[in-house]
């Protein structure tokens, strides 16, 4: 007969195998969910309303020597249809990039849909301004537009090369690539957001000891103060001869 031991054993392993499958399916799924909420976090689509040749301007912050992708569509406000249309032909979408320190990075004009890109030589906020430009003789101003903007941060075009992947293999080292890139691109903003908490928290200190030395130097004053009326006071009272 086995012992109970033993029983307990091999039930115990008899479970671990049929588990195995299990912590394998939930082990991927979770990998699967790390790498979409990657994909999601470096990458921010969004659409705005303009008129026609008025600009609009945004912030990204962004690491340095990171490249900044922005995918973007013009579409023109039909007043007949009261929607947009699929295109806005005649007009344009003049880009413009500069650094707080007025250094341009990028200043070009578009047609109604394109990519622009830039990579950004120091760290900090860039300032991405967006302006629709008319390339007809006659504009009409204030037609209604809706600008639609991706926004792609530290990455390159994956389905361009997964379109000239000959097999599987190539496929696959492609994604292999591009997921590096995104590993890599993640770990340079760590390094930037630590570099600004250690930059906030010197400037916190500075802040508090100049509060702290200040505080200090008016009760001084207040002390001095006080003194010199007292014995201002004195003086006065004893050339009066009230004392």
């Not at 790498?35 to 008129?51: D, I, K, N, Q």
């Not at 030589?121 to 007809?136: D, K, Q, V």
């Not at 292999?176 to 993640?186: A, D, G, V, Y």
């Amino acid at each position: 007969m086995q012992s109970k031991h033993s029983i307990s054993s091999n039930l115990q392993l008899a479970i671990s195998k049929k588990a195995l499958p299990r912590v394998a399916k939930a082990t991927e799924m979770h990998t699967l969910t790390l790498l979409l909420s990657v994909c999601v976090s470096l990458s921010t689509a969004f659409y705005f309303h303009v008129g026609e040749q008025e600009e609009k301007c945004l912030i990204e912050d962004i690491p340095s020597d990171t490249l900044l992708t922005g995918i973007f569509k013009l579409q023109q406000w039909d007043v007949g249809r009261h929607d947009f249309l699929e295109s806005a032909p005649g007009l344009g979408l003049f880009v413009t990039v500069t650094t707080y320190n007025d250094e341009v990075l990028l200043s070009k004009l578009y047609g109604p849909q394109g990519t622009f890109y830039f990579t950004s030589h120091s760290p900090g906020e860039h300032i991405i301004c967006l302006e629709s430009n008319s390339t007809r003789l006659v504009s009409l101003g204030g037609r209604g537009l809706r600008i639609h903007l991706d926004i792609r941060i530290g990455e390159h075009d994956l389905d361009a090369a997964i379109a000239q992947a000959k097999d599987k293999v190539n496929e696959v080292s492609f994604k292999l690539e591009h997921l590096i890139e995104q590993i890599e691109q993640i770990v340079k903003e760590q390094n930037y957001q630590r570099d600004r908490e250690e930059n906030f928290r010197m400037t916190s200190e500075d802040t508090n000891n100049n509060v702290l030395s200040w505080a200090f130097a008016q009760t001084l004053i207040f002390i001095s103060v006080g003194i010199f009326q007292m014995k201002y006071l004195k003086d006065f009272f004893i050339a009066k001869k009230l004392v």
